[in-house]
């Protein structure tokens, strides 16, 4: 079927009118989209450029583009609205609402959102991504004092990327510890673990899902044995029991989803926000 | 002044509204927010919890709530309508226009965001982290073959988050190489970087601010020493100029606009999007 070019239009990274568009999209299974981000239209020859590369576009398509837009600055977005196409605007649409609410006028600043305005929230974010680096796979144990989480589970359940989400996202401390053999022997989680009980919170996963991933890393041999796998969860659902840690299920759901069930769950506080 | 509570109501990760909403408040200066996400709700129940809580915060408020809404599904944006406030809701105002211009009716399923609804775009956004893991700090320097850039520049630049940052939005290999004295005695690149030319990008940093990030790192000594950081610096711009590095200045700007500049400068697709 014809392909609909999707433009993503922003006089900063992109990320929000990304993120709005994606959403929007997913709402339409039937469609081939190909999405193109045009980011940093901060003068008025950009925003010009960027009008003629849409509308050249549009002449060899049949199909008009669909234009999302997060630009800032009146003068860019009259521009920019020359262009072919379906334009879809966050700051036509809520800015004014929102000023009215709010009786004041916005600054129509670009490159406030995920710029550096705010100096302090960048190095929270590079903190935590510090930490989680350094408190990954039970790296440094000794400074669990300043996690806000701790997360356990088997090898592959999804503790590294969702760390590193949580540090990048929203400036939060997240260590991580595998659990191995050495737990599932002893039937009890280390000294240092149950120290910090309060903090900890699980990642469980389907052992078919499981099996699948770590084929992908090491396809023969125990680690990724139908056995091996069974064990290993069947003795971290043990464990979780045992000390009452809340978990949640990665196997279908993707890395926000389970950064999200975690916050939502532990009620720990994001520091930062995108 | 007064305290306006916003919320970010989502039927998935509330990222959607978030993100939203961080773009359009930040063209306020003088207001004082205080932001809460309630995130997957997916029942009516939930639908009126939330909008309990709301109401709740509104009464002992004097200024009333702005609810950032992505609710996919009719039945529940009813109920949340009737919450206290200022609502705005991407799916109220941009999903009609999308589905005429698409010619289709939205599926108005929850969860497509940021959910698992592709298995494929997960995996490689978990591949592409694991990498920029092996590859950080000149890790493994085997497999340049696969990255799709290898970022350069002397410690504490950015290149670390910036990595995983590409990795965990955009599914890009990114690898990342560091500058120390043995280059800069030298004046050369080592053979398996020159080997990757192509596929180089610097970071470059102001002195006076790579010195504060590395003096909250080690205080004392040689590393965060005005003489050691401008010679660094000196001869870093040197290495770029010598090899045609293209380079970004990391000083001022976020890690989403580091990420995007690159992005936009090489070319490197996004294999997935958020």
Redesign the interface.
């Known amino acids: 079927m014809d392909q ?1 070019i999707v433009y993503f239009l922003s006089d ?5 009118a ?3 568009g ?3 999209l ?6 081939n989209f190909r ?1 193109v ?1 045009l ?2 239209i901060d003068t008025r020859d950009k925003a010009r450029e960027a009008v003629k590369r849409i509308n050249a576009s549009g002449i060899s398509k049949s199909l ?1 583009p ?1 234009i999302f837009s ?1 630009l ?1 600055q009146d003068d860019f977005r009259e521009i920019v609205r020359e262009a072919n196409g ?1 334009h ?1 605007d ?2 036509d ?3 004014d ?3 009215e ?2 009786q ?1 006028e ?4 670009p ?7 705010d100096i302090d929230a ?2 929270k ?2 903190e935590a ?2 930490f989680a ?1 350094a408190n ?1 796979d039970g790296g440094i144990s000794s400074n669990y004092d300043m996690a806000d989480i701790i997360l356990v589970g088997v090898s592959r359940s ?1 503790k ?2 969702t760390c ?2 949580l540090a ?2 929203y400036g939060v401390y997240a260590a991580n510890y595998p659990l191995t053999d050495e737990e599932f022997e002893n039937g009890e989680l280390p000294e240092v673990l149950v120290d910090q009980k309060h903090k900890l919170f699980g990642l469980s996963i389907a052992p078919d899902r499981l099996r699948q ?1 770590r084929k ?1 890393r090491r396809p023969l041999g125990r680690y990724s044995s139908a056995q091996q796998v069974s064990y290993e969860i069947r003795e971290t659902d043990k464990l979780f029991r045992r000390y009452g840690i809340p978990h949640v299920d990665t196997t ?6 389970i ?3 975690i ?2 769950s532990t009620g720990v506080e ?1 520091r930062v ?2």
Chains 1, 2 share one sequence.
Do not use: C, K
Not at 106 to 109: G, I, R
């Open positions: 609909r900063q990274t992109g990320v929000t990304e993120t709005l994606h959403s929007l997913t709402q339409f299974n039937s469609q999405q981000t980011p940093f008009r669909i997060t800032v379906l879809l966050i700051f649409v809520f800015l609402p929102l000023a609410e709010l004041e916005p600054t129509h600043e490159g406030r959102a995920h710029g550096m305005s960048y190095m974010r590079i991504t510090n680096l990954d999804g590294t990327p590193l989400y990048l996202q991933i992908e279908e759901i993707s890395i926000e989803e950064a999200s069930r916050l939502e994001r926000r995108p």
